[in-house]
C-alpha cells in the first residue's frame, strides 16, 4: 500500500479485533505488529525521518503558547521559521538533507494543539475516546471508521479532505441514533435545513470554481494585467496561493515594492521558502542589499540542502559587498552541501564554489 498510515490504522483495528474474538492469536498478532512498525519505518526512511523531525520541531518550538495556541494560521505562520531557527542553533543537523517546505506537520492533533492550544483538542480527543468507551466498539462499522480515521490523523491530515468530514459525521450521527434506540422524525423546518445545505454547499463550490478558472486565465495569461488581478483580490484574496501568485507576477513586471507589499499580505498567513526568496530577489533588485542578505541567509536556513540562497550570497559578497572573508565562508558552505539531487544547476554552483576555494581558501 502507498500510504503506510492507513496500513498502520489497519494492523491496529486487527489487532484490537483478534483480542477481543481470539485473545490466543493476540500475542503473535503484536509481534506481528511490533516487526511492522520498524518495516513501516525503513520503507520510506527519508519520509519517516522528516516527519519526526517536524514533530520534533513542533513539539520544541510550538508549545509557547500551549494554552490557547498562536491562532488559525499558527503553523502555517510559524513553522518554517521554527525550522531555520533549528538549523541556525545545529549547523551540522543530519536533519539538514531530508528538511523541506512544510505547510503541515502530518498529524492533525500537533496542528490542532499549535493553531488552537491544548483544550481543543484535549476535549475532542476526551470525547471521542469517551465516546468509543470500551473495546466493543471494534464490532461497530460506524465506530470502526470513527476510529481508524483518529488513528490515521496522528500521521496524516485527512480533516483537509471534506470526504472524510462527511464520512466522519455520518458515522457520529449514525451511532448516536442508534444508541437513542428511537429515530425522531423530521420536523419541516429540520427538513427545509437539510434540502438546503447542499444547495448553499454546491452554490459556493460552483462560485468558488469560477473565480479560480479566472484567476487560471489570469495566470496563463502572456499579458499580465495588474486591474485584473487586484478585482480578483477583492473575491480570493484570502487565498495564499493568489497573495504568492500576485507577488511573483508583480516581481517579473518590474514591480518590485508593490511585490513585497504582497508578500506582506501572504505572510500573515504563512511563511514559506519561495516566497522568502522573492522576498530576497525583490530587495536586491530595489538594492538594498543589507535586507537582501537577511531573508537569502532566513531561506538558506530554512532548507540547508538547497542552493539558490546560497549562491545568492555569494554573489552578493562577490560583487557589492566584495567582502573576501564572507564569500570563502559561503563557497566552503556550497562545497561542503551534498548534491541532494544533481543537475546542471547545483554541479556548476558546486564547482564554481570549489575553483575559487582551490586559489583563495584558507
Known amino acids: 500500500m502507498k500510504s503506510r498510515s492507513v496500513f ?15 485473545r490466543k492469536l493476540f500475542v503473535s498478532s503484536l509481534v506481528v505488529l511490533s516487526l511492522s512498525i520498524p518495516l513501516l519505518f525503513f520503507l520510506k526512511e527519508d519520509s519517516a525521518n522528516g516527519r519526526l523531525f517536524i514533530w520534533q520541531t513542533v513539539l520544541t518550538s510550538g508549545v509557547e503558547d500551549i494554552l490557547f495556541g498562536f491562532g488559525k494560521h ?16 545545529h549547523v551540522e543537523s543530519d536533519y539538514s ?33 469517551k465516546w468509543l468507551n470500551k473495546l466493543d466498539f ?16 496522528l500521521f496524516s491530515y485527512p480533516f483537509h ?26 420536523k419541516k ?21 469560477l473565480m479560480e478558472m479566472e484567476w487560471r486565465r489570469e495566470t496563463d495569461s502572456l499579458n499580465f494585467n495588474e486591474i ?30 508593490q511585490s513585497n507589499r504582497q508578500i506582506e499580505k501572504y505572510e500573515s498567513r504563512r511563511t514559506s521558502y519561495d516566497v522568502t526568496l522573492l522576498k530576497a530577489s525583490n530587495y536586491l533588485e530595489l538594492k538594498e542589499y543589507g535586507l537582501a542578505i537577511v531573508n537569502f541567509n532566513l531561506a538558506k536556513k530554512m532548507i540547508p540542502s538547497r542552493f539558490l540562497p546560497k549562491y545568492e550570497l555569494y554573489k552578493i559578497y562577490s560583487a557589492v559587498c566584495e567582502n573576501h ?7 566552503e558552505e556550497i562545497a561542503q552541501t551534498p548534491l541532494k539531487v544533481k543537475t546542471s544547476y547545483t554541479i556548476s554552483v558546486k564547482a564554481e564554489a570549489k575553483r575559487f576555494l582551490s586559489i583563495h581558501g584558507k
Not at 138 to 148: L, N
Not at 189 to 209: D, E, H, T
Open 228 to 257: 485584473s488581478y487586484h478585482r480578483l483580490e477583492k473575491k480570493i484574496g484570502d487565498i495564499s496561493e493568489f497573495q504568492h501568485d500576485f507577488a511573483y507576477k508583480l516581481h517579473h513586471a518590474g514591480k518590485f515594492k
Open 325 to 331: 572573508q564572507l564569500k570563502v565562508k559561503i563557497a
Open 161 to 186: 479532505y471534506y470526504f472524510v468530514i462527511v464520512i466522519l459525521m455520518v458515522c457520529l450521527n449514525t451511532t448516536n441514533r442508534r444508541m437513542s434506540n428511537h429515530s425522531l422524525p423530521l
Open 138 to 153: 471494534i464490532f461497530d462499522p460506524s465506530k470502526v471508521t470513527v476510529f481508524f480515521i483518529m488513528v490515521f490523523a
Open 97 to 129: 538533507q531530508v528538511a523541506d517546505q512544510v505547510n503541515n506537520p502530518f498529524n492533525e492533533y500537533l496542528l490542532c494543539l499549535v493553531n488552537y492550544g491544548i483544550i481543543i483538542p484535549g476535549l475532542i480527543v476526551f470525547g471521542l475516546v
Open 189 to 209: 423546518p429540520k427538513i427545509v435545513m437539510v434540502l438546503s445545505f447542499p444547495l448553499v454547499a454546491l452554490f459556493c463550490i460552483g462560485n468558488y470554481s
Open 8 to 22: 498502520f490504522a489497519i494492523l491496529i483495528i486487527g489487532l484490537l479485533y483478534i483480542f477481543k474474538k481470539n
Open 74 to 89: 499558527g503553523f502555517s505562520q510559524n513553522y518554517m521559521l521554527w525550522q531555520a531557527e533549528y538549523f541556525n542553533r
